[in-house]
């Protein structure tokens, strides 16, 4: 089955920080861009950041920037998302995706994503 499996999600105080990895399983990670999305209880998913083939990073979260951010490693197959100094606002399960078009655009519905995985929980406590 092709997807991507995250981890690296736990449970942190708020200034904390945490790095999640995506790993893609049954696919090369090669000319695939990779974007992080996010999901609160009760809300819609969101779109965190995304990084494309080339290294080009997108923010999809004003909220993020300067705090989050994401690079990937190619030969392990492997999209980190960096979470620096997290507050209990960022909590929520967090997921990888690919975009049906290789590029990132926040303008790219989340229905136009493939690949997702089950996503890892990430809980910021005040």
């Known amino acids: 089955q092709l997807q991507f499996v995250e981890s690296g999600g736990g449970l942190v105080q708020s200034g904390g920080s945490l790095r999640l990895s995506c790993v893609t399983s049954?696919?090369?990670?090669?000319?695939?861009?990779v974007g992080w999305f996010r999901r609160v209880p009760g809300k819609e998913r969101e779109g965190v950041i995304c990084?494309?083939?080339?290294?080009?990073?997108?923010n999809f979260q004003d909220s993020v920037k300067g705090r989050f951010t994401i690079s990937r490693d190619n030969a392990k197959n492997t999209v980190y998302l960096q979470m620096n100094d997290l507050k209990p606002e960022d909590t929520a399960v967090y997921y990888c995706?690919?975009?049906?078009?290789?590029?990132?655009?926040?303008?790219?519905?989340?229905?136009?994503?493939?690949?997702w995985g089950q996503g890892t929980q990430v809980t910021v406590s005040s």
């Open positions: 049954g696919f090369s990670l090669d000319f695939v861009s």
């Open positions: 990084i494309s083939d080339g290294g080009v990073i997108t």
């Open positions: 995706a690919t975009p049906k078009v290789p590029v990132c655009s926040q303008y790219i519905a989340l229905t136009e994503y493939k690949y």
